[in-house]
């Protein structure tokens, strides 16, 4: 499993840092674990599936 920080999860989603911590916050793409800060650590394989159901679903 390889985790994704904040800042890579909106780069590859060409989204804010604060829309992938919404996304977070209300469970629409869900943190695998922490940093050292508390911040959220995503699983790429999730990012990438998230990624395909958003652009299905009409786009991020």
């Not at 390889?2 to 060409?14: D, G, I, K, P, Y």
């Not at 800060?37 to 998230?50: A, C, M, R, S």
Request: charged fraction near 35%; proline fraction near 2%; aromatic fraction near 4%.
């Amino acid at each position: 499993m390889s985790l994704m920080t904040v800042n890579q999860v909106a780069e590859f989603l060409s989204v804010q840092d604060l829309r992938v911590q919404r996304l977070e916050r209300e469970s629409l793409l869900l943190a695998k674990d922490k940093d050292a800060d508390g911040n959220p650590l995503f699983d790429q394989i999730d990012v990438e599936k998230y990624k395909e159901l958003a652009e299905r679903l009409g786009g991020l």
